[in-house]
């Protein structure tokens, strides 16, 4: 909060493994979500692994968010950097293997709090949004739920307050 009680303006970056499945598609909800509420804010996604550096988001993923009117097809992997724990002040992470592989490398000095994504949701805190990417199809409807929901929390913590 700045003196003049306006929020500055937020950056929240989600975390997944691969970054080409449930962390595009929690950006893509957001992006929406925030568009939506007219708020501004930067946003990102990442990846704590290297191996789809550069790859669009998985093509079950990007039907998902297509099927709610969202394109997330111009999203590309990157990998979690410690720059990121400056550049955000939050960082959310899908499950809890996600978590301790961020703690592993944040810097003493990280300004970014670093949170499950469900954590946001009351009832849901210390559970993780599961692994969509070995499971069959549908599992990325029940993904989109949760990031979705997640979504809508970020709206109503980082709206200014009237
Ligand atoms: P994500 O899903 O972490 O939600 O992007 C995964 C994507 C790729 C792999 C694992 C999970 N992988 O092992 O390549």
């Given at each position: 909060m700045r003196e003049d009680g306006e929020i500055a303006k937020p950056a929240i970056l989600f975390l997944c493994l691969?970054?080409?499945?449930?962390s595009p598609l929690a950006e893509g909800a957001a992006r929406a979500a925030f568009a939506r509420a007219g708020v501004d804010v930067t946003l990102d996604s990442a990846g704590t692994?290297?191996?789809?550096?550069?790859h669009a988001p998985d093509k079950r993923a990007q039907a998902e968010a297509r099927r709610r009117g969202?394109?997330?097809?111009?999203l590309r992997a990157r990998q979690l950097s410690v720059d990121d724990f400056y550049r955000f002040n939050l960082i959310l992470a899908a499950d809890e293997t996600n978590l301790r592989d961020a703690l592993a490398i944040?810097?003493?000095?990280?300004t970014a709090d670093l949170r499950?994504?469900?954590?946001?949701?009351p009832g849901r805190g210390g559970k993780g949004v599961t692994d969509?990417?070995?499971?069959?199809?549908?599992?990325f409807a029940s993904t989109w739920e949760d990031v979705d929901a997640v979504a809508s929390a970020l709206v109503a913590e980082f709206s200014p307050k009237g």
């Open positions: 691969g970054n080409i499945c449930r692994g290297d191996w789809h550096v550069g969202i394109d997330i097809s111009e944040r810097p003493a000095d990280a499950l994504m469900l954590d946001l949701i969509p990417y070995y499971g069959k199809d549908d599992g």
